[in-house]
């Protein structure tokens, strides 16, 4: 089994570039174009593994793509490579649908290309899983869970260049055929992640005695799935999903964001009272512009047809990433030295030329 997986140098992708390769034996070729998201340092479990080959290569880069799909020859895409901050995508969304919206258009008429020329048995078992998030169909109340069903409703320029991405890749299944199949999942933690998302930025200013910078009230609600839990998922759909069938991944694990940055602050007090107490450094500032209130995900489909689950809690997960943070400094101090974890996207700074 050859897989091609971009974005394999991000959070999630180098979880299921490390999944594929050292637990299901696959061979991978990593494309990732590295950017401030992007760190070789998160594959150093892979580093010179016989079955494992780095390519860094821009998405929007046809000739690029051309060339890895001819001399790779994948069984299977998984196509992670994005720009996935919201914040970033408020203060300048041109990367996001450069990369988001170009990225995969181009990626799927290259897949396709290479999919017409394959003889009939390969055609029938290649597939294309095209990876996105839960937040392409906008905010929910306080009831209700997001089916497969939900009407796409995006509030930021991230998800809006998401939800695009989604209908072309759904076009190029029902257009042309290619055995497209989409996923969309909550908001995942656990290591690797970019001190920039909720979770590590809050372990990381707890650790150095920052502002806890809570968005707004702290009301707002997500649906938290750790990161191994998705790569395992991710697998499966790109194994047994079927082609133009789109399935959501969440591991029934609502939080309020103020409830998620007191927990961390109460493992801290416990695996690093040096810095503690750290609640203390909990700060309330101006909200997020277009904040959605609530994401829940109904992952019915991808359990019952897929028979996958969860198998972190977030009480288990949680403590696991702290710790993670706790004995990994080598791997986020020189991101941290890259992005100190300053305020992006608020509307009327930092606007983009
Ligand atoms: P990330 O930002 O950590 O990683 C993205 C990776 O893509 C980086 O390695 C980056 O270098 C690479 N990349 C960016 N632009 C590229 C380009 N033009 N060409 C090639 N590579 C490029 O993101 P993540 O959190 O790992 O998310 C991965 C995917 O999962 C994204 O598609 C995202 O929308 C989706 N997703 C994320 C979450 C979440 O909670 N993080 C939840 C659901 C879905
Ligand atoms: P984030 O990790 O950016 O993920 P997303 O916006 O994709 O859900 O944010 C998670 C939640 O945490 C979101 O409701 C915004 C909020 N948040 C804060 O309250 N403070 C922060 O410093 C950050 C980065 C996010």
């Not at 996923?183 to 005695?209: Q, V």
Request: hydrophobic fraction near 40%.
């Amino acid at each position: 089994m050859r897989v091609l997986v971009t974005g394999g140098a991000g959070f999630i992708g180098s979880a299921v570039v490390r999944h594929l390769v050292l637990v299901k034996g696959y061979e991978v070729l990593t494309v990732d174009k590295l950017t401030y998201a992007g760190t070789l340092t998160s594959l150093y479990k892979v580093d010179g593994h016989p079955l494992h080959r780095f390519l860094r290569a821009d998405i929007c880069d046809r000739s690029a793509m051309v060339e890895a799909f001819a001399s790779f020859r994948p069984d299977r895409v998984m196509h992670l490579a994005a720009e996935s901050h919201v914040d970033r995508s408020i203060t300048g969304a041109r990367d996001f649908v450069e990369t988001n919206v170009i990225g995969t258009f181009t990626l799927l008429d290259v897949a396709r290309n290479h999919w017409e020329g394959l003889p009939a048995v390969d055609r029938a078992a290649f597939r294309f899983l095209h990876v996105s998030t839960d937040e392409v169909y906008g905010s929910l109340g306080a009831d209700g869970l997001f089916t497969e069903a939900t009407a796409y409703d995006p509030s930021s320029p991230y998800s809006a260049s998401k939800a695009a991405s989604d209908h072309l890749a759904k076009a190029w299944q029902r257009t042309y055929g290619l055995p497209v199949v989409v996923s969309n999942c909550s908001n995942n933690y656990g290591p690797y992640h970019f001190p920039e998302k909720l979770i590590p930025l809050m372990i990381l200013n707890a650790l150095e005695a920052k502002p806890l910078t809570i968005y707004g009230d702290g009301a707002n609600i997500r649906d938290w799935l750790y990161v191994e839990d998705h790569a395992r998922a991710l697998d499966l759909i790109a194994e047994r999903g079927r082609p133009g069938q789109t399935y959501n991944v969440g591991g029934r694990n609502e939080r309020r964001n103020l409830d998620v940055v007191q927990h961390i602050c109460t493992l801290m007090d416990a695996l690093h009272p040096q810095s503690g107490p750290h609640e203390r450094h909990i700060a309330f500032v101006e909200d997020r512009p277009g904040h959605d209130a609530r994401y829940a995900i109904d992952a019915t489909r991808l359990e019952t047809e897929l028979g996958w689950r969860a198998e972190e809690t977030f009480e288990t997960g949680i403590e696991k990433t702290v710790r993670w943070y706790l004995e990994n400094e080598w791997w986020w101090a020189p991101l941290r030295q890259g992005y100190d974890g300053r305020r992006l996207g608020l509307v009327g700074t930092g606007r983009e030329p």
